[in-house]
């Protein structure tokens, strides 16, 4: 069975720049999301989509993220503009269950921003 | 927010030894779930144990949870230099808005581990 695939891996722009990030998750998994991890930090959950909606996405700085679901399948994180402080890891990861049940993550997309 | 507090925030030990991780966390949760990160990976998922439940074990781990006290603990035995990692606890807690139910998962800071050779 395939993972959930993230890309890019790594990606470095200047502040103000734009980046986007794109996330496939596993086959029939119907719950997607994106978190973010500082250095040193826990995952912060940025957004959750069940299908192609969205359940929660109280953490998400609206002002410069935005998130999509394609169909209930790939995923894109949009960030513009880029600030120092989102220099971070984007980890993506699918669940099959909507309640409980364990994540599946992907490898995440390093981000520094300069 | 971060739901779960972790105790301690990093520990070394040698190799052979057994490794306690302990987590606090502050509201009622469904269950609590522990994953490992290998340094520049994603997270795994190893064990999930739910509220009802006060011990689970699975290979060299060995879970407890004490939902009158806030609190769960992860322990591994025998512990081998390949266990080096970053372990997170996260509490899984049932919300509802706009008339969705849904499951929300909460990481802790984590605690890193050091198995020495």
């Known amino acids: 069975e395939a993972g959930v695939a993230q890309s890019p891996r790594y990606k470095i722009i200047e502040k103000r720049q734009s980046v986007a990030f794109w996330c496939n998750p596993i086959?029939?998994?119907?719950?997607l999301y994106w978190y973010q991890q500082i250095l040193g930090q826990g995952p912060k959950l940025l957004i959750q989509?069940?299908?192609?909606?969205?359940?929660?996405d109280s953490q998400l700085p609206k002002d410069r993220f935005s998130a999509e679901r394609l169909k209930g399948v790939d995923s894109t994180l949009k960030i513009q503009p880029a600030k120092l402080e989102d220099s971070a890891v984007y980890l993506c990861?699918?669940?099959?269950?909507?309640?409980?049940?364990?994540?599946?993550f992907g490898e995440g997309s390093r981000l520094t921003v300069l | 927010s971060q739901q779960g507090e972790e105790d301690p925030q990093a520990l070394s030990i040698q190799e052979g030894e057994n490794a306690t991780m302990n987590c606090s966390y502050k509201?009622?949760?469904?269950?609590l779930q522990w994953y490992r990160q290998n340094s520049g990976r994603g997270l795994v998922h190893l064990i999930l144990?739910?509220?009802?439940?006060r011990e689970k074990h699975s290979g060299r781990l060995r879970v407890t949870l004490d939902t009158s006290k806030k609190s769960s603990s992860l322990l591994i035995t025998a512990s081998r230099a390949a266990d080096t990692a970053s372990y997170f606890c996260?509490?899984?807690?049932?919300?509802?808005?706009?008339?969705?139910?849904?499951?929300?998962?909460?990481f802790g800071q984590g605690t890193i581990l050091t198995v020495h050779p």
């Open positions: 990861a699918s669940s099959f269950a909507r309640a409980t049940g364990e994540l599946f």
């Open positions: 086959s029939g998994h119907a719950t």
């Open positions: 989509f069940q299908n192609n909606g969205v359940v929660d």
């Open positions: 509201t009622s949760i469904n269950n």
């Open positions: 144990i739910r509220s009802n439940e």
């Open positions: 996260a509490t899984d807690a049932y919300l509802s808005t706009g008339g969705t139910s849904y499951g929300k998962l909460t």
